[in-house]
């Protein structure tokens, strides 16, 4: 596609249920980042998918999150039992290689109530 | 891994005025990039300059890098209302195999 696209773009859910968010970057670019902002906040980094390498995922806060990349395009993050304290923006990003520019998708506002 | 950290937190200028934000980090780069966000939505990238240019130019922009004190610094000239919005760092240390880090950003105010 033209850009970084995710969805839903805005998820509502009840604490305790699992939520997937899904990103698909521009089309041939391998690197894939996911991303998470909280209000007024900056960004914290969670996970990165480079190629066929191991994903980098120092970032993940807790084993409830965890994400993929299938046939190195499409990604999924998957917060399981959320908490309130998992609202927040979450970003994804791709670039062309690790270390380019990378260009972002619009987020996807998580609220858990 | 690499970080940048902006300073300042926040800055408020009145409209035609220069904005100059600051960017510190802490290990070797091959690159360092600067994006703008509005309104909490996803980061556009403005800027990028490599570890072996001093400074660049793009528009109302401009960029220093200082590799010798691990800084950068972004100035916005003659600034618009339209500028408002935060001001986000990253570093890239060459290797492609860890993840652009982003600092806590510059939430810039431009009052017309």
């Known amino acids: 596609g033209a850009g970084v696209s995710q969805s839903p773009s805005n998820k509502v859910t009840e604490k305790g249920k699992d939520v997937e968010l899904r990103c698909d970057p521009i089309s041939g670019h391998t690197a894939l980042y996911w991303y998470r902002q909280s209000l007024g906040q900056g960004l914290e980094f969670l996970i990165y998918?480079?190629?066929?390498?191991?994903?980098?995922k120092s970032g993940l806060p807790s084993d409830r999150f965890s994400a993929e990349r299938t046939g190195g395009s499409v990604s999924t993050l998957t917060i399981q039992r959320t908490q309130q304290e998992d609202s927040a923006v979450y970003l994804c990003?791709?670039?062309?290689?690790?270390?380019?520019?990378?260009?972002f998708g619009e987020g996807s506002w998580l609220t858990v109530v | 891994s690499q970080q940048g950290e902006e300073d300042p937190q926040a800055l408020s200028i009145q409209e035609g005025e220069n904005a100059t934000m600051n960017c510190s980090y802490k290990?070797?780069?091959?690159?360092l990039q600067w994006y703008r966000q509005n309104s909490g939505r996803g980061l556009v990238h403005l800027i990028l300059i490599r570890s072996n240019e001093r400074e660049k130019h793009s528009g109302r922009l401009r960029v220093t890098l200082d590799t010798s004190k691990k800084s950068s610094s972004l100035l916005i000239t003659a600034s618009r209302a339209a500028d408002t919005a935060s001001y986000f760092c990253a570093t890239d240390d060459g290797s492609g195999n860890t993840p652009l880090v982003f600092g806590k950003g510059t939430r810039l105010s431009v009052i017309a």
């Open positions: 290990t070797s780069i091959n690159n």
């Open positions: 998918f480079q190629g066929n390498s191991a994903p980098d």
């Open positions: 990003a791709s670039s062309l290689v690790g270390g380019h520019t990378i260009y």
